[in-house]
T-cell receptor, first 115, second 113 residues
Framework: NAGVMQNPRHLVRRRGQEARLRCSPM?????VYWYRQLPEEGLKFMVY????????ESGMPKERFSAEFPKEGPSILRIQQVVRGDSAAYFC?????????????FGPGTRLTVT | SQQGEEDPQALSIQEGENATMNCSYK?????LQWYRQNSGRGLVHLIL?????REKHSGRLRVTLDTSKKSSSLLITASRAADTASYFC?????????????FGKGTKLSVIP
């Protein structure tokens, strides 16, 4: 059973370009979470999605950031018109459709560098 | 105020010694989890302790939870050079938005061979 997969692992974008980060959850997992980690910091929650639904996006910046988890295919975190402050590691996690207490399984992350 | 703050920020020990890291939090939780992150890599889940549990073991790891003090500790016994990493506690707080994990800034552990 493959773990959570993220790609690309490293992404370099110039200011003003768009960044698209992909996350495939573990098999059988229907809940996806995105976190951002700035250098020397812990992870900060961004958004929680289930298939075709955004459940909680309270941690997402109001502008330029969006996320989706379509019926088919991976979850996508999209950052439009990137700025240097968007440089960070972005982690995706998934969990099975059970609760209320469960583990979140993390992917290896995508390291975004904005030049 | 930050949920899940680890202490110390950095810890350096000799191989074979024990390493203890602490985590404090501020609001009620469903569970507390410890993760390890090697430099530039993803997170590895170590152990989860539920709010009604006081102590849990996994191999060389021992985690305690004191909900009255809102604190947890992670003990790594007989440390190895391969234990060198950053260790994060993450809390799943109870109530609305309970699925969110709130991470601290981590403890950087260096185990010197």
């Amino acid at each position: 059973n493959a773990g959570v997969m993220q790609n690309p692992r490293h992404l370099v974008r110039r200011r003003g370009q768009e960044a698209r980060l992909r996350c495939s959850p573990m098999k059988g997992h229907s809940h996806v979470y995105w976190y951002r980690q700035l250098p020397e910091e812990g992870l900060k929650f961004m958004v929680y999605l289930q298939k075709e639904n955004i459940i909680d996006e309270s941690g997402m910046p109001k502008e330029r950031f969006s996320a989706e988890f379509p019926k088919e295919g991976p979850s996508i975190l999209r950052i439009q018109q990137v700025v240097r402050g968007d440089s960070a590691a972005y982690f995706c996690a998934s969990s099975p459709p059970s609760g209320p207490t469960y583990e979140q399984y993390f992917g290896p992350g995508t390291r975004l560098t904005v030049t | 105020s930050q949920q899940g703050e680890e202490d110390p920020q950095a810890l350096s020990i000799q191989e074979g010694e024990n390493a203890t890291m602490n985590c404090s939090y501020k609001t009620s939780i469903n569970n507390l989890q410890w993760y390890r992150q090697n430099s530039g890599r993803g997170l590895v889940h170590l152990i989860l302790i539920r709010s009604n549990e006081r102590e849990k073991h996994s191999g060389r790891l021992r985690v305690t939870l004191d909900t009255s003090k809102k604190s947890s500790s992670l003990l790594i016994t007989a440390s190895r050079a391969a234990d060198t990493a950053s260790y994060f506690c993450a809390t799943e707080h109870s109530g609305a938005g309970s699925y969110q994990l709130t991470f601290g800034k981590g403890t950087k552990l260096s185990v010197i061979p």
